[in-house]
């Protein structure tokens, strides 16, 4: 796809790559690249940066500075009483007050 393509002309930080095999090997180390969701979505995030986040006279590619995983469990800690209160999962079904 056009999002695997833009990921795999990332540039990586030291001595540029002689070959698309010694790229992949680079690239791996930041892109896990059996994670289809996150290879497509970091794809087109850098596509939409090409398009619209242009720099400088000479309209230079962006530069990324890293690439990290999102583990929502990493971020938020929520019990059963906050999940409870919130409604954000609700184990009966709820009416929604309208008639179809």
Same mark, same amino acid.
Do not use: H, W
């Given at each position: 796809? +056009?999002?695997? /393509? /833009?990921?795999?002309?990332?540039?990586?930080?030291?001595?540029p +790559?002689?070959c698309e095999?010694?790229?992949?090997?680079?690239l791996?180390a930041f892109v896990d $690249?059996?994670?289809? +969701?996150?290879? /497509?979505?970091a794809?087109a995030?850098?596509?939409?940066?090409?398009?619209n986040?242009?720099?400088?006279l000479d309209m230079?590619?962006?530069m990324?500075l890293?690439i990290?995983?999102?583990?929502?469990?990493?971020?938020?800690?929520m019990?059963?009483?906050a $999940?409870?209160a919130?409604?954000? $999962?609700s184990? +009966?079904?709820?009416?929604?007050?309208?008639?179809?």
């Amino acid at each position: 796809s +056009s999002c695997l /393509r /833009r990921v795999k002309r990332m540039e990586v930080p030291g001595k540029p +790559s002689t070959c698309e095999q010694e790229q992949l090997v680079k690239l791996s180390a930041f892109v896990d $690249f059996s994670c289809n +969701s996150l290879v /497509r979505a970091a794809g087109a995030l850098l596509k939409y940066l090409d398009k619209n986040y242009r720099t400088g006279l000479d309209m230079e590619t962006p530069m990324v500075l890293f690439i990290s995983s999102l583990v929502l469990e990493q971020i938020l800690t929520m019990d059963q009483s906050a $999940f409870t209160a919130l409604q954000v $999962f609700s184990a +009966s079904a709820q009416l929604s007050g309208s008639k179809a």
